[in-house]
């Protein structure tokens, strides 16, 4: 069964830092990149960022791009999201999802059941 | 970067009725589109890839169609289980990926 559990959330104030992981199970982890989507409260989806099957190739949104670091450890089957200088706007709810097919092209089959993120003083 | 419009916001049904979603591309996105089911606490679900295929799981009562930039949701006849957001995404021209801002489908 596939299976995706984020962690690492949590309270933190405006020009703070966070790590979030996604622990995987179920597949072949190292064959599929891994995307983070966001949900800030009563809002709607947002991409955020991904990485693919290797690691060797990341994309983010402009909104974090500089800020946010994606990283993967195949070896743990776990996806990182490093968030650095995080703003009351990076507030909501982060979900990790695997792509449906090998590599990364990008429809998500299997999602977490996300972690939440507060940016707040 | 792509931007998908979902009308209606809201689409006020009772169960047994059809109910149909629109999403429309600021460009063409061939067929290179998804539909996702969100319902309140959950996580989303993939319903449809590729504007037409059902993902694994996925009643049959669910269809996708469309190309280019104009795309719809189908639900044939509405269960109450049916009665959540849904969000269409496209894959064609990323990064960024993108989502339209979702479709509301509540109980009449």
């Known amino acids: 069964e596939v299976q995706l559990l984020e962690s690492g959330g949590g309270l933190v104030q405006p020009g703070g830092s966070l790590r979030l992981s996604c622990a995987a199970s179920g597949f072949t982890f190292s064959n599929y990149g891994v995307g983070w989507v966001r949900q800030a409260p009563g809002k709607g989806l947002e991409w955020v960022s991904v990485i693919s099957d290797n690691g060797e190739r990341t994309e983010y949104a402009d909104s974090v791009k500089g800020r946010f670091t994606i990283s993967r450890d195949n070896s743990k089957n776990t996806v990182y999201l490093q968030m650095n200088s995080l703003r009351v706007e990076d507030t909501a709810v982060y979900y990790c999802a695997k792509p449906r097919t090998p590599g990364l092209v990008p429809h998500f089959d299997y999602w977490g059941q996300g972690t939440l993120v507060t940016v707040s003083s | 970067e792509i931007v998908l419009t979902q009308s209606p916001a809201t689409l006020s049904l009772s169960p047994g009725e059809r109910a149909t979603l629109s999403c429309r591309a600021s460009?063409?996105?061939?067929?290179?589109l998804a539909w996702y089911q969100q319902k309140p606490g959950q996580a989303p679900r993939l319903l449809i890839y590729d504007a037409s295929n059902r993902a694994t799981g996925i009643p049959a009562r669910f269809s996708g169609s469309g190309s280019g930039t104009d795309f719809t949701l189908t639900i044939s006849s509405l269960e109450p289980e049916d009665f959540a957001v849904y969000y269409c995404q496209q894959r064609y021209n990323w990064p960024p990926i993108t989502f339209g801002q979702g479709t509301r489908l509540e109980i009449k």
């Open positions: 460009q063409s996105v061939i067929t290179y």
